[in-house]
C-alpha cells in the first residue's frame, strides 16, 4: 500500500520472519489500543526506517507512519557534526617535560540541522556535552568540561617524558528533536565526533636566571 508525504515514498508491506519476499505463515500478530493486528515494515524511498501495527479498528482511517525515536536517532548520527577546535597552551606546538599543559575547546555551543522524515519536518539540536582528550603518551582523559586557557583552565596535562605527540580531541554530543515544530524531546543516544590530530614537542628544560617577566603562555 504505497503511499506519498511530502517528497518521500513510503509503503507498509508485511513484515516476514523468514525467507525473502515471501511470509511462511504470514507476518507476525501484534496488539495495539485493544485491537489485534500484523506488524508491518514501513518504507521510505525503498529503504526499511521501521515498523508498525495494522489492526482492524473500525471506523479509523490508516494513520500515516510516525517519526519514531529510533528514525531520529539514525539521522542525528548520519549528519556531519563538526570536531571541535583543540587549542593548547603553551603555544605554537611546544611544552615541556613536568610543565603543566593547558588544553581546551571553544565549541560548545548548540548546533541545529534540519531534516525531513517520513515527509513531516524534523528539528535536531545537538550540545557538546562530553570530551576525550587524548594526550598522545598512550593516556585519555574524559570530562564534562571543555578546558579554559590558563591559569584558570581545569584541564591539564603534564608528559613525563620529551618527544613528539600527537593530542586530539574527541567530541560526544547530545541531542534533542521536535516534528513539525512541536514539542522537544530527548535523542536516546549520543554521537562522537573524532578530531583531528595535532603536532606537540614535549621537551626538557633547565631553569635559568633570565630578565624580564614574561609567561610561557602568551
Known sequence: MPSSYGNSDVEIRE???????VCYGGPPNCFEDGYSGYVYDVYVNGV????????????EPAAPPQVTPGMVVRAFKALAWPASELTIQPPRGRTAVNFDT?????????????????????????????????????????????????????VVHQYRSKGQVAPSLDTTYTGRYRVNGGPWAPIPDTHTVPGPA????????????????????G
Open 198 to 217: 595535532e603536532a606537540l614537542e614535549v621537551v626538557e628544560v633547565r631553569p635559568t636566571l633570565v630578565g624580564g617577566t614574561g609567561s610561557a603562555y
Open 102 to 154: 593547558y588544553f581546551f575547546t571553544e565549541d560548545t555551543a548548540p548546533i541545529t540541522r534540519e531534516v525531513r522524515l517520513l515527509g513531516q519536518r524534523v528539528t535536531i539540536e545537538a550540545t557538546p556535552s562530553e570530551f576525550t582528550w587524548h594526550w598522545g603518551d598512550t593516556t585519555v582523559e574524559t570530562t564534562a568540561s571543555p578546558g579554559g586557557p590558563h591559569p584558570r583552565g581545569d
Open 48 to 59: 526499511d526506517v521501521d515498523d508498525t501495527c495494522v489492526t482492524d479498528a473500525p471506523g
Open 15 to 21: 513484515q516476514c520472519g523468514l525467507g525473502e519476499g
